[in-house]
C-alpha cells in the first residue's frame, strides 16, 4: 500500500504567554518551540503500522517554507521512505483550499493508496483540510479515525461521530483519512536518529513541478484572509485566589465549603 | 455575485440529529441564520435521515424550507454521502451561504462538501457577520488552542460561502407553535453510498465508574506529566468523596480508560462542582462540562484559556497546590 501523509509544522503555545506582533498578523514566535503537528504525529505512526504490515512505501508531504523541512526530517527519522516539501513563492498568502490544492497536485503526480492527515493543526484548529483533500481527489474521505485495518483491497477505519460513539466504516481506496489522537503511540525519535537523516537531500517541487495554475494558489486566489489577531476579551474570568500554595488551598476549601463541595 | 450578496441572503442550513430528535444546534443554526437573513432573506434546513418525516415538521415550525432526504443511505451520519447528496441541492437553490455546526459530523461532512459545492468554508466560527457591504463574511475563531482569538475575512466565490458553527456559540431560534414552512422531498442521486459503506456502531465500553453521576470530579489533563503522578489527584478525589475525571491526552497515552474522558469525544458531565487540574480548557474539553458546575482550574500558565469559563482559579503548580489542597481538606473535614 502506498501511503501518503501530510504533515505540518507548528508552534508549540502550551505553557507560553504568547504575544501578538504589532501588525496584528501573527503572534511572536520568537521564542515558542516548534515541533510535528501533535496529530499528523500520530498520522505517521499509522502510515508506518500499514506499511510494516502490508508493505508498499510512505511518503510524506508539507506544504511550507525551509525551517519546515524539520518535520520532514522527522517523519524521516521516524521511518518514512520519501520526504518532499511543497514550496513556491507563488504558495505565499494561500488560504486553506489552496494548500489543499498544492497537496492534490503532488499526490496525483504518484501512485497512492491511501493519504493520512491529522484531523486538526493545534496551531489554526480549522479540521478542515483532509475532506478538502478528498474532494479535490475524488477520493472517499473519513474523518476523526481512531482505528484502521486493511484487507481485501478495503480500509477498514473506526471514527468518532457524535455522543460519544464510534463508527466502523468501510472504504474504497484511494481514500484519505484523517487521523485522531490516541490511534496508536507514535514512536520515539531519538537524538541519533535524527542525526541518521540530517545529510538526506530534501527535495523542493514548486508550482512548475506541480503543474499548477499560479492564479488558483497564493494570495492572488486566496477567498480566506486573516484580518486580525487579537487576544480572547477576559470579562468574565475566574476570579484568581493569590498566596502560597496553603494559602490557596486554604480560601479554596472556603469556596469549595460555599459551593457545597465539602 | 449577482444572486449572492449578503443583503437579504438565502441561507442554507445543514442540521444535525441527535438521536431520535434533533440536534440543539438545528435551533442554534436557525438563531444565526435568522439574525444573518435579516426581514428579506430566507432560511432553509437540509435535513437528511431515514424516516424523518415528524422531524422535518418540527423544523417547518421555524424554518422557511425543509428539504428532506429521507433514504437509508442516511439512517446512520455519513458525512461522505451527506456532502454528495447535498450537492446537487446547494447548485439548485443557490444559498448565499450555507451554515452546518462545528460537530464531529460536522468536520466529516463539511470540507468535503465545500470543495464539491465550489464555496470557500469558515470552520468553527465563534461570531459571524456581514461585511463590506454585504461583499463579504467575517467570522472570529479560534486558533493556538484557544490562546488567541482570530479575525477572519471570506470573500465568497460565485456559489456563496459556507461555514460551520461551534456548538453553544450562537444564541437557539425557538421553533414556533405552528407549522409554517415548506417541505420539500428531495431526491437522492446513485453516486450516493458509493465508497464507503457503514459497518457497524460501536458503543462505549461498560465501567464499573459512572463519572456522569459523581457531584464531585477532579479532572487532571495533561500537566499531570506522568501516569504515576495521578496518585496525587486520586487522593485529593478521595478526600473530596467525588471522582477522578481527565482530559483527552490522558486517555490517548493509556493513564486513564475512556470511561473517565470529559468531552465532545468523551462523556458529557453534569457535576456540582468542577475541579480542572492541568487542562488547557480546550472546547472540546470544556463542551462536555454541562450543568453550571462550580469550576475550579488551577494551572500553571495564567493565560490558560480555562480561567475564561473557571469561577475560581489557581494559578500555580500544580504539584504544589494539589496535595496542599488535600491536607487542608482533610484537616476541614477533621
Ligand atoms: C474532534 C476532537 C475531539 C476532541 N475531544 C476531546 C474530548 O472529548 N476531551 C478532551 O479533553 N479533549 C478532546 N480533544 C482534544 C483537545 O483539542 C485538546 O487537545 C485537549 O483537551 C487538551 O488536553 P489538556 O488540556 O489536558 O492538555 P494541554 O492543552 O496540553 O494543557 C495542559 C495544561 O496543563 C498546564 N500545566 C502543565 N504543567 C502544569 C503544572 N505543573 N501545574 C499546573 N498546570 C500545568 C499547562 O499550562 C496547560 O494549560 C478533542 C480534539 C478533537 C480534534
Ligand atoms: N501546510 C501543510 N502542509 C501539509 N499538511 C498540512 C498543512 N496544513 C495542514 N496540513 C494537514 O492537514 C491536517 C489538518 O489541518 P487543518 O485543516 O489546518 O486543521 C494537519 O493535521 C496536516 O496533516
Redesign the interface.
Known amino acids: 500500500m502506498d501511503i501518503v501523509v501530510c504533515i505540518k509544522r507548528v508552534?508549540d503555545?502550551?505553557?507560553?504567554?504568547?504575544e501578538?506582533e504589532r501588525s496584528g498578523l501573527r503572534?511572536d514566535d520568537s521564542d515558542l518551540s516548534w515541533g510535528m503537528n501533535e496529530w499528523d504525529t500520530f498520522a505517521v505512526e499509522e502510515a508506518l503500522r500499514l506499511e510494516a504490515e502490508h508493505g508498499g512505501t510512505v511518503t510524506a508531504l508539507t506544504v511550507g517554507g525551509e525551517d519546515d523541512e524539520e518535520v520532514l526530517r522527522r517523519a524521516l527519522a521516524m521511518g518514512a521512505d520519501t520526504a518532499i516539501r511543497l514550496a513556491d513563492d507563488a504558495f505565499e498568502g494561500s488560504?486553506?483550499?489552496a494548500v489543499?490544492t498544492v497537496l492534490a497536485a503532488a499526490i496525483r503526480k504518484r501512485p497512492y493508496d491511501l493519504v493520512l492527515t491529522g484531523?486538526?493543526s493545534?496551531?489554526?484548529?480549522?479540521?478542515?483540510?483532509?475532506?478538502?483533500l478528498?474532494?479535490?481527489l475524488g477520493?472517499?474521505?473519513?474523518?476523526?479515525a481512531t482505528r484502521t485495518a486493511f484487507a481485501n483491497g478495503k480500509l477498514?477505519v473506526?471514527?468518532?461521530?457524535?455522543?460519544?460513539?464510534?463508527?466502523?466504516?468501510?472504504?474504497?481506496l484511494p481514500?484519505v483519512v484523517t487521523v485522531?489522537?490516541?490511534i496508536n503511540?507514535p514512536r520515539y525519535v531519538s537524538i541519533r536518529g535524527i542525526r541518521k537523516v540530517a545529510s538526506v537531500e530534501i527535495p523542493v517541487e514548486g508550482a512548475g513541478d506541480l503543474g499548477l495554475d499560479v492564479a488558483a494558489v497564493g494570495a492572488a486566489g486566496a477567498?480566506?484572509?486573516?484580518?486580525?489577531?487579537?487576544?480572547?476579551p477576559?470579562g468574565?474570568?475566574?476570579?484568581?485566589?493569590e498566596g502560597g500554595?496553603?494559602e490557596?488551598?486554604?480560601k479554596?476549601?472556603e469556596?469549595?465549603?460555599e459551593?457545597?463541595?465539602? | 455575485m449577482s444572486t449572492n450578496t449578503n443583503q437579504n441572503p438565502k441561507i442554507l442550513c445543514v442540521v444535525?440529529r441527535?438521536?431520535a430528535g434533533l440536534?440543539d444546534t438545528a435551533w442554534e443554526l436557525l438563531g444565526a441564520a435568522r439574525a444573518l437573513a435579516g426581514e428579506g432573506g430566507s432560511v432553509g434546513a437540509a435535513l437528511l435521515g431515514e424516516g424523518v418525516g415528524e422531524l422535518a415538521n418540527e423544523l417547518a415550525r421555524g424554518y422557511d424550507d425543509v428539504w428532506v432526504f429521507d433514504d437509508a443511505r442516511f439512517a446512520?451520519?455519513?458525512?461522505?454521502a451527506y456532502?454528495r447528496a447535498l450537492a446537487p441541492l446547494a447548485q439548485r437553490e443557490q444559498p448565499a451561504l450555507i451554515l452546518a455546526a462545528?460537530?464531529?459530523?460536522g468536520?466529516?461532512?463539511?470540507?468535503?462538501?465545500?470543495?464539491?459545492a465550489g464555496v470557500?468554508?469558515?470552520?468553527?466560527c465563534l461570531s459571524l457577520e456581514s461585511a463590506g457591504d454585504g461583499s463579504a463574511w467575517?467570522a472570529v475563531?479560534?486558533?493556538?488552542?484557544?490562546?488567541?482569538?482570530?479575525?477572519?475575512?471570506?470573500?465568497?466565490?460565485e456559489q456563496g460561502?459556507m461555514a460551520t458553527l461551534r456548538a453553544g456559540a450562537f444564541a437557539a431560534a425557538e421553533p414556533g407553535a405552528e407549522v409554517t414552512g415548506r417541505v420539500h422531498a428531495e431526491d437522492v442521486g446513485d453516486d450516493v453510498g458509493?465508497?464507503?459503506?457503514?459497518?457497524?456502531?460501536?458503543?462505549?465500553e461498560a465501567s464499573e465508574v459512572d463519572i456522569t453521576q459523581a457531584a464531585?470530579l477532579v479532572a487532571v489533563g495533561?500537566g499531570i506529566e506522568d501516569e504515576e503522578n495521578l496518585e496525587i489527584v486520586q487522593s485529593l478525589a478521595e478526600a473530596?468523596g467525588g471522582e477522578v475525571a481527565c482530559s483527552?491526552?490522558v486517555?490517548?497515552k493509556?493513564w486513564l480508560p475512556k470511561s473517565r474522558q470529559v468531552g465532545t469525544?468523551?462523556?458529557t458531565v453534569k457535576p456540582?462542582?468542577y475541579l480542572a487540574v492541568g487542562i488547557?480548557g480546550s472546547f472540546q474539553h470544556v463542551g462536555g462540562i454541562k450543568g453550571s458546575p462550580?469550576?475550579?482550574?488551577i494551572n500553571?500558565?495564567?493565560?490558560a484559556?480555562i480561567?475564561?469559563?473557571?469561577?475560581?482559579?489557581?494559578?500555580?503548580d500544580l504539584f504544589?497546590?494539589v496535595?496542599?489542597?488535600e491536607?487542608?481538606?482533610r484537616e476541614?473535614?477533621g
Open positions: 508552534p503555545v502550551a505553557e507560553a504567554d504568547v501578538i503572534i488560504d486553506p483550499l489543499a484531523a486538526v493545534g496551531d489554526t484548529g480549522s479540521a478542515q483540510l483532509g475532506g478538502m478528498a474532494a479535490l477520493a472517499g474521505q473519513v474523518a476523526l477498514e473506526q471514527h468518532e461521530v457524535e455522543g460519544g460513539l464510534e463508527r466502523v466504516v468501510e472504504l474504497d481514500a485522531q489522537t490516541g503511540e477567498r480566506e484572509a486573516l484580518s486580525e489577531l487579537f487576544l480572547p477576559t468574565e474570568g475566574a476570579e484568581i485566589l500554595p496553603d490557596v488551598a486554604e479554596l476549601v469556596r469549595l465549603r459551593r457545597g463541595g465539602i | 444535525e441527535a438521536g440536534d446512520s451520519w455519513d458525512g461522505e456532502a462545528h460537530t464531529n459530523l468536520i466529516d461532512f463539511a470540507p468535503g462538501f465545500s470543495v464539491r470557500p468554508l469558515l470552520p468553527d467575517e475563531r479560534t486558533v493556538y488552542g484557544g490562546k488567541v482569538h482570530a479575525r477572519m475575512t471570506c470573500t465568497p466565490s460561502a458509493q465508497g464507503r459503506r457503514p459497518v457497524r456502531t460501536v458503543e462505549p464531585v495533561r473530596l483527552r491526552p486517555v490517548d493509556g469525544s468523551g462523556l456540582k462542582v488547557s462550580f469550576l475550579v482550574a500553571k500558565d495564567a493565560r484559556p480561567f475564561g469559563v473557571a469561577d475560581v482559579g489557581v494559578v500555580g504544589d497546590v496535595p496542599a489542597l491536607a487542608k481538606i476541614a473535614k
